[in-house]
């Protein structure tokens, strides 16, 4: 019997924490651009700091190229799209897919259906490089568009898109091989990230949350076969057609704190 090398996986979760940790404090004392850039107001009107984010990509992506150089580019692109919205976004209030795509049939692109269009093209492109089957590969794209779709959708409260990273990435964590490592490394992101989420001092953002969830569709899909594919297929699209419920839950506050942000 051949045991999971554990060793590989604990490895990958601590350079990825250290990572995210170390680039999220080099951003902060760098702040390029000026600190009012990187400075947002959340839903309790609290100043909060989008160093997270791509602090969340750049060990996302160095971690996953390690293991599999198809998952970072596809991880990087994620994480770019989700910045372009959170930039060129930040002011449009329509949310979720449906209002982008009802935008675009008046004629007019929305930095929402750009970073749609271009996560999709990123996950097909990785689904194709990571699978050898048409229909592997094609579930492969919308597991990873999927996933990364998800953690957004969810990304509407403090700690919500770290936290259901790392429940979801458990599983993962007990796979042998590229699998493993790279559930490895979103859980070392997400735990590295989640106690200034939370303490709402700073935020993933759009930035972060998709790149973290097109991480850790990329694990599911290395660790998968068609059956499983299918079956996580299924579940994304589903949870996609559900947007406006999946983000209404994760509003729901914990604890007797309400304090929040608002949907991104």
């Known amino acids: 019997m051949i045991r999971p090398r554990s060793g590989s996986r604990s490895a990958a979760f601590a350079v990825a924490a250290c990572l995210a940790r170390g680039g ?7 702040a390029p651009g000026g600190r009012a850039r990187w400075e947002r107001t959340n839903f309790a009107g609290r100043t909060v700091e989008l160093y997270a984010g791509p602090a969340a990509v750049l060990a996302a992506v160095a971690g996953a190229a390690r293991v599999r150089p198809a998952v970072a580019g596809a991880v990087l692109a994620a994480g770019a799209c989700g ?3 959170d930039l060129v976004g930040a002011g449009d209030p329509r949310r979720g897919f449906r209002a982008h795509l009802g935008a675009l049939r008046q004629g007019e692109v929305t930095s929402g259906t750009v970073k749609l269009g271009g996560i999709c093209a990123a996950g097909l492109l990785a689904g194709a490089l990571l699978k050898e089957r048409p229909v592997d590969r094609v579930l492969a794209g919308v597991v990873i568009a999927g996933a990364a779709h998800f953690v957004n959708l969810v ?18 964590l007990l796979r042998a091989g590229p699998a493993g490592e790279l559930a490895a490394v979103a859980t070392g992101v997400a735990a590295a990230l ?20 097109a991480l850790l569709g990329a694990a599911v899909v290395v660790g998968n076969g068609r059956p499983g594919l299918a079956a996580h297929a299924a579940a994304v699209v589903g949870a996609a057609v559900c947007g406006e419920r999946v983000s209404g839950v994760a509003r729901v506050p914990w604890g007797a704190r309400a304090w929040g942000r608002a949907p991104v």
């Open 24 to 30: 999220a404090a080099a951003l902060r004392t760098a």
């Open 83 to 85: 910045a372009y919205d």
């Open 155 to 172: 990304d509407v409260r403090p700690g919500r898109a770290a936290g259901a990273v790392l429940a979801l990435a458990a599983p993962g």
């Open 194 to 213: 989640l106690p200034d989420d939370l303490g709402e001092r700073a935020m993933l953002g759009d930035t972060g949350a998709h790149a973290l969830g």
